[in-house]
Nanobody
C-alpha cells in the first residue's frame, strides 16, 4: 500500500497553466505505475494519463495530448501533472492513483480541485 496526497489545484483562467503534485509515502514508490484521473461534476471518474516506473513511458487520453505532461521523481516519491493551455472542460477534481504492474489502481489520493474559468 502507498498513501497519496495531491496538491496544486486552484482556480485559473482559460489558457493558463497549473502543475499538480502527488506525494507518495512508502519506500516502494518506484515499483508503481502512477496515474492521474479526473472527475467532473456529475460525471464518472476518467483516466487522464499514466507513467511507468522509470518515467520513460507515458500515455495520455486524447483530449489532453500536447497540453498535459506527466512526470515523476522517484527520489522524491512524487508524480506531477503539468497542465498547459487549460480549458473550461478541464474543470474537475484530479486524483492521483497508483498500481503495481499487472494490477489495478487501488491506491488513491483525496483529490485536488481544478477550476478553469472562460
Amino acid at each position: 500500500q502507498v498513501q497519496l496526497v495531491e496538491s496544486g489545484g486552484g482556480l485559473v483562467q482559460a489558457g493558463d497553466s497549473l502543475r499538480l503534485s502527488c506525494a507518495a509515502s512508502g519506500r516502494t514508490f518506484s515499483r508503481y505505475i502512477m496515474a492521474w484521473f479526473r472527475q467532473a461534476p456529475g460525471k464518472e471518474r476518467k483516466f487522464v494519463a499514466n507513467i511507468n516506473w522509470s518515467g520513460d513511458n507515458s500515455y495520455y487520453v486524447d483530449s489532453v495530448k500536447g497540453r498535459f505532461t506527466i512526470s515523476r521523481d522517484n527520489a522524491k516519491n512524487t508524480v506531477y501533472l503539468q497542465m498547459n493551455s487549460l480549458k473550461p472542460e478541464d474543470t474537475a477534481v484530479y486524483y492521483c492513483a497508483a498500481a503495481t504492474v499487472g494490477g489495478s489502481y487501488d491506491n488513491w489520493g483525496q483529490g485536488t480541485q481544478v477550476t478553469v474559468s472562460s
